[in-house]
């Protein structure tokens, strides 16, 4: 482009006259200031720095924040809906989770995720092989579904596929998968409602572990219930427990096994019972391999 030379202006004022330069010309050859370049719009996946965020969990593959106002928004793996989005569809931005809008504190557990809303209910999506939604059925939901009997919830924690409540007065409800005793009614049947967890009234904060859960009572004490093959529950053994602070051997318990393996696992619904968890984890990978690339899992079949 050729550059006039204009006497009396400088080469600037010159560029910006032969439209070199951003800009608009006034009358009488005055530059007149450019407009100041508006910031981009934040796009949908950038939703969280636009709103903030009051607490995150993160499951085994997803993770959830809630917001300021008590929606949440999830991202990652979700194989078994538990963006609750109403999709099976991964996602590398964060989206909304449908129907939540009351929120004051989410729990992600394994495939699931549960949100405690205001007033004291829970509301649970994702994975619900073992009734971990706790809305009595084993039907996966890929959005919210309310658990069943559970008004006056203060706190809620999820594990690896059983989530517990611990309630106003100081009682606690846990719901899912129950093989090691982690829902603490003293039973190890899984159950898809809540179920009470025995003796335990003065509770003040729980916490649920893969198949484990303790609780802190009034007082300062601990009391733990559910797979126990480490020590987990501390109380000085190694024997799974169904009721908090009562032991109770599990009678698949082998000494040989164990020492094979770096975590027991419960029997899975798909695979044959007592498999150790780095199978049960090798399955789940299987799984969601194959939801991604499907058909290339099936030649490593036989791995």
Do not use: K
Request: proline fraction near 4%.
């Amino acid at each position: 482009m050729a550059i006039r030379r204009v006497e009396g202006v400088g080469l600037f004022f010159a560029l910006l006259l032969a439209g070199a330069l951003p800009g608009r010309v006034m009358a009488g050859g005055s530059p007149a200031v450019a407009p100041v370049a508006s910031a981009p719009a934040a796009s949908a996946g950038l939703a969280l720095t636009t709103a903030a965020a009051t607490a995150i969990s993160a499951g085994s593959s997803d993770t959830c924040a809630l917001l300021t106002g008590g929606s949440v928004r999830c991202w990652g793996y979700n194989g078994y809906g538990e963006l609750g989005n109403g999709t099976t569809t991964n996602s590398s931005t964060p989206v909304a989770v449908s129907g939540i809008t009351t929120a004051t504190a989410i729990s992600a557990g394994g495939s699931d995720t549960c949100a405690l809303l205001t007033g004291g209910s829970v509301s649970c999506w994702g994975r619900n092989a073992f009734g971990e939604l706790g809305d009595g059925t084993t039907t996966d939901s890929s959005t919210p579904v309310a658990v069943i009997g559970i008004t006056t919830a203060t706190a809620i924690s999820a594990g690896d596929y059983h989530t517990c409540a611990l309630l106003t007065g100081g009682s606690v409800r846990c719901w899912g998968y129950n093989w090691a005793g982690q829902l603490g009614d003293g039973t190890t049947t899984d159950s898809s409602t809540p179920v009470a967890v025995s003796g335990i009234t003065t509770a003040t904060a729980i916490s649920a572990g893969d198949y484990q859960t303790c609780a802190l009572l009034t007082g300062g004490s601990v009391r733990c219930w559910g797979y126990n093959g480490y020590g987990e529950l501390g109380n000085g053994t190694t024997t799974n427990s169904s009721t908090p602070g009562r032991s109770q051997r599990h009678h698949h318990r082998d000494r040989d096994f164990r020492r094979r393996q770096r975590h027991v696992c419960p029997p899975h619904r798909r695979l044959r019972p007592l498999l150790g968890i780095q199978l049960l984890r090798r399955a789940r990978q299987r799984d969601h391999d194959e939801q991604l690339h499907p058909g290339r899992g099936q030649r490593h079949h036989h791995r």
